[in-house]
C-alpha cells in the first residue's frame, strides 16, 4: 500500500495539479493538509472518478484535512480526542481496509506563532493530545500511521539556517522536546512533512 501526504495549501487552487500528480504516481491513499474548504465544498467527485473515496473534515478558509483513499474506509472520525471545545479541522481517522486493516490518522499540527502566547499554548496542548491518541491507538494493537504536517524542526539538520528558527515555534525546544517524547520513546519516527511524503506499508 502506498500512502503519501501533502500539504495542498487549498484544494481549489490547486486540485488539477493534484489530479496530474495522482494520475502519475497512483497512490492508495493520500492523506491532505490545508484543504481550506468546508465538507460540501470539496471537489470529491473529481477523486471519485479515479477511484478514491474520499472523507473531508473542512474548515472554511483555514485548515482542513480529507483521506483520499482506493481502498475502503471504516470508521471514519473528525477531530482530535482531548478537547470537545476544540473547532479547528486538524485530524482525521479512518480505517483503511487491504489485505490488512490500518489505521490512518491524517493530522495538520498547529504552527504555534507568535510565541510564546496563545497560539503556542494551543500547539502544545494539541501535541500532549496528539501524545494520548498515539498512546491508545498503540493499546489497540492495530497496525497504524500518523502522518501529516507536524510543523515541527525536530533537529538543526532539518533547517537550512537553523540559527534563523531560534525563536519560532516550529523550532523552539518545547515543540522538538514534545515531538520527540511522542515518537521515540516507541522507537517510531514521525515524519516532517515539508512538501510531498511517500511510505509504502506491507497491507
Avoid at 500500500?1 to 493534484?18: D, H, P, Q, S, W
Avoid at 480529507?66 to 473528525?78: F, G, M, N, Q, V
Avoid at 473547532?87 to 506563532?113: H, S
Wanted: hydrophobic fraction near 40%; charged fraction near 30%.
Amino acid at each position: 500500500m502506498k500512502i503519501v501526504t501533502f500539504n495542498i495549501n487549498g484544494i481549489k487552487a490547486r486540485a488539477e495539479t493534484l489530479l496530474r500528480w495522482l494520475d502519475e504516481k497512483t497512490p492508495d491513499v493520500v492523506l491532505l493538509q490545508e484543504i481550506k474548504s468546508v465538507d460540501e465544498n470539496f471537489p470529491a467527485e473529481i477523486f471519485e472518478e479515479r477511484g478514491y473515496n474520499v472523507a473531508t473534515h473542512g474548515q472554511k478558509g483555514f485548515n482542513g484535512v480529507a483521506i483520499l483513499s482506493k481502498y475502503p474506509l471504516e470508521d471514519i472520525t473528525r477531530g482530535l480526542p482531548g478537547d470537545p471545545e476544540d473547532e479547528q479541522a486538524r485530524w482525521i481517522e479512518a480505517t483503511v481496509v487491504g489485505d490488512k486493516a490500518v489505521r490512518l490518522c491524517g493530522l495538520y499540527l498547529p504552527n504555534g506563532n507568535p510565541a510564546p502566547g496563545p497560539k503556542y499554548d494551543y500547539k502544545l496542548a494539541w501535541m500532549e493530545r496528539l501524545r494520548a491518541r498515539a498512546e491508545a491507538l498503540l493499546a489497540d494493537e492495530m497496525p497504524a500511521l500518523m502522518a501529516g504536517d507536524y510543523n515541527v524542526i525536530p533537529q538543526r539538520e532539518d533547517a537550512k539556517h537553523p540559527e534563523a528558527w531560534t525563536e519560532d515555534a516550529l523550532f523552539r525546544p518545547e515543540s522538538r522536546a514534545a515531538f520527540f517524547f511522542s515518537s521515540r520513546r516507541r522507537h517510531t519516527r514521525w515524519n516532517l512533512v515539508t512538501g510531498v511524503q511517500t511510505c509504502a506499508l506491507p497491507i
